[in-house]
């Protein structure tokens, strides 16, 4: 997804990625601790510097638990890369 998200935009998570499989949610502001803990935060988007160049994260809450790849959670709400994220449109 090369588009910027705001909060509010409904998205659905691609099955290509590692975990979340076709997850639908909603963006949000990441939690205030999650924006301590983690540099680059700049509103609802994290950038991340990686091999690949910079990779976009958005903070999504999940309309249901998930379980991540390492059968860790289940998690309500995550940062996920924004390559991965398909925008829904408001009646999804």
């Not at 705001?6 to 990625?17: D, F, L, Q, T």
């Not at 890369?81 to 999804?92: A, Q, R, T």
Request: aromatic share 14%.
């Amino acid at each position: 997804m090369k588009e910027t998200l705001s909060v509010g935009s409904r998205v659905k998570i691609s099955e290509n990625y590692h975990w979340a499989k076709n997850a639908v949610g909603v963006i949000t502001q990441p939690p205030n601790c999650i924006v301590q803990m983690f540099d680059g935060w700049q509103d609802n988007i994290r950038e991340v510097k990686s091999l690949k160049g910079i990779l976009l994260f958005y903070w999504v809450k999940f309309d249901e638990s998930y379980f991540d790849a390492d059968d860790d959670g289940p998690y309500e709400e995550a940062a996920i890369d924004s390559d991965y994220l398909n925008l829904l449109d408001k009646k999804e």
